[in-house]
């Protein structure tokens, strides 16, 4: 036992020196619903309190390779909307406290998995699923890999040691207005997904996505369907692909919307990042349990 015990105390610092290394990495893709609408001021006091305990752990980097704690009360902050990111760090602090966590975020409003957010980027695919000149110049996926490897380097540069534990992916609702773009959606799905895997080289990464449920648009109505169809279709758990289910039930109440039916409320992204940060928990094995 006194053997055990020498043992256990040598190893201990070396363990907790391994810890404090480490960094784990979410990385987070989509239009305006990853985006987000949420209000901070919203917020209940509880759950302000919450983000700001785990601002002192959990760090995001959104649009660009400059880093900022989480939480969205600092006096400085400018902006005061949030989206699944704040209650994903939550989630993911209060589940592993002491961990340190840094989210990497990329979110355009209105941009389409066919066109800006496709990994095998071409003029025309971005002529057809972007309709204003600004977003067809825009070359999402790409530009988010970039932001990755630049941050992850500035880690490694610092003597950490990042670990990628998966992505989070809210994004659909642009491609489901176009026959075209929402018949294709499931393919470029798995095509997003391999291209983020082929990038951090790791095969199993772990990949969840949002099931969309905006109200059917005019000029192709059944474009929601078919996108939720595809989606689904797209699961593949034994391969690390997870889906958040969502209903059509316009009462929202599953994640309850603002008053346009399309973009989800506080209380909307609250339960959004809740889902996302409970699916990461549950199935990830990178992040060492004390």
């Known amino acids: 036992m006194k053997i055990l015990l020498l043992q256990l105390l040598f190893l201990f610092p070396a363990f907790c020196f391994a810890q404090d290394n480490k960094v784990y990495v979410v990385l987070l893709g989509g239009q305006s619903n990853m985006a987000g609408r949420g209000q901070f001021q919203e917020l209940t006091p509880e759950n302000k309190a919450r983000a700001d305990e785990a601002s002192k752990y959990v760090s995001?980097?959104?649009?660009?390779?400059?880093?900022?704690?989480?939480?969205?009360?600092?006096?400085?902050?400018?902006?005061?909307?949030?989206?699944?990111?704040?209650?994903?760090?939550?989630?993911?602090?209060?589940?592993?406290?002491?961990?340190?966590f840094l989210l990497i975020k990329e979110a355009q409003g209105g941009t389409s998995l066919y066109g800006a957010w496709h990994p095998q980027w071409t003029q025309e695919r971005v002529m057809i699923g972007?309709?204003?000149?600004?977003?067809?110049?825009?070359?999402?996926?790409?530009?988010?890999?970039?932001?990755?490897k630049n941050v992850l380097d500035q880690l490694m540069n610092q003597g950490k040691q990042p670990v990628v534990i998966g992505m989070c992916w809210m994004q659909g609702e642009k491609d489901s207005r176009l026959e075209a773009t929402a018949s294709e959606y499931g393919e470029n799905l798995k095509l997003l997904i391999q291209g983020y895997r082929n990038f951090?080289?790791?095969?199993?990464?772990?990949?969840?996505?949002?099931?969309?449920?905006?109200?059917?648009?005019?000029?192709f109505p059944s474009g929601t369907d078919v996108v939720r169809e595809q989606m689904a279709d797209a699961v593949n758990e034994k391969n690390g692909i997870y889906m958040i289910s969502t209903s059509m039930d316009s009462s929202w109440k599953d994640f309850p919307k603002r008053e346009d039916n399309v973009h989800y409320n506080t209380l909307g992204q609250e339960k959004l990042g809740t889902a996302f940060g409970e699916v990461l928990i549950q199935n990830n094995r990178k992040i060492a349990v004390k």
């Open 130 to 148: 972007e309709r204003d000149a600004k977003r067809q110049k825009m070359k999402l996926f790409s530009k988010h890999i970039s932001i990755v």
């Open 200 to 219: 951090l080289d790791q095969e199993d990464m772990l990949f969840v996505y949002g099931q969309i449920n905006c109200p059917p648009r005019t000029k």
């Open 60 to 100: 995001i980097a959104s649009g660009s390779k400059t880093v900022h704690p989480l939480s969205y009360s600092a006096p400085d902050k400018r902006q005061v909307n949030f989206g699944p990111e704040l209650f994903i760090g939550i989630r993911l602090y209060e589940q592993f406290p002491n961990r340190k």
